[in-house]
């Protein structure tokens, strides 16, 4: 698959960038417990070294507000 930096144009096989997944692990009696937040894989431009997502993380509290405004402006 190949990917192009968005600052600096660079593009490459995937095999090429970093792909970093942040994750915190929650310790309950000494369990540990599965985090509940979704978090975004960040990839890191080998060429520039600055980070980017391949997907908009933000995307899915786009549609969540599309669907209330609609509900709001329907006079429901």
Known sequence: MKIKCPHC????????YIFIY???LY???SRVEREERERPILVVCPKCKQGFFLDNPY????RYQEH???????GV
């Open 68 to 74: 209330t405004s609609s509900w709001r402006n329907s």
């Open 9 to 16: 144009g660079f593009e490459g096989d995937s095999s090429e």
């Open 59 to 62: 995307k899915r509290f786009y």
């Open 27 to 29: 310790v309950v009696d």
């Open 22 to 24: 942040e994750v915190t």
